[in-house]
């Protein structure tokens, strides 16, 4: 999963985390193709998705839109270089439930992972 150590982050080693988790991660992190994640997102419903908004086919606003629409109990976080106040507006409006500009510091990503995404963007 790009070479990244996991182990040394709240996550903890790739290795040990289920297989599930591992393909949804390799996944999301290799896709050039949004719609393939809003597909497998269909059939097995993740707890919290960080989504892009500069993606290749359809943009991170319009997969959040699919997302919540189907499940509108998932967590859904930004992370994008876009960062001016008409771009955080949008994510809101897409359904995200947080915002995060790039780069994102690990401490963001674990308040996110840990459920305090209900914080405001």
């Not at 359809?58 to 919540?68: H, P, S, V």
Request: net charge negative; aromatic share 4%; with cysteine.
């Amino acid at each position: 999963m790009r070479g990244k150590d996991w182990a040394s982050t709240p996550l903890g080693d790739a290795g040990e985390w289920p297989q599930s988790l591992r393909t949804s991660v390799s996944i999301c992190l290799n896709s050039r193709m949004p719609v393939l994640v809003w597909r497998i997102a269909r059939e097995d419903v993740p707890d919290l998705a960080l989504l892009d908004i500069g993606l290749p086919v359809i943009d991170g606003y319009e997969l959040a839109q699919r997302l919540r629409a189907e499940h509108p109990s998932l967590r859904l976080v930004a992370v994008s270089g876009y960062g001016q106040d008409a771009d955080r507006a949008a994510a809101l409006r897409a359904g995200f439930s947080r915002h995060l500009v790039k780069p994102v510091s690990l401490e963001e990503i674990e308040s996110v992972v840990t459920g305090d995404a209900a914080r405001a963007p």
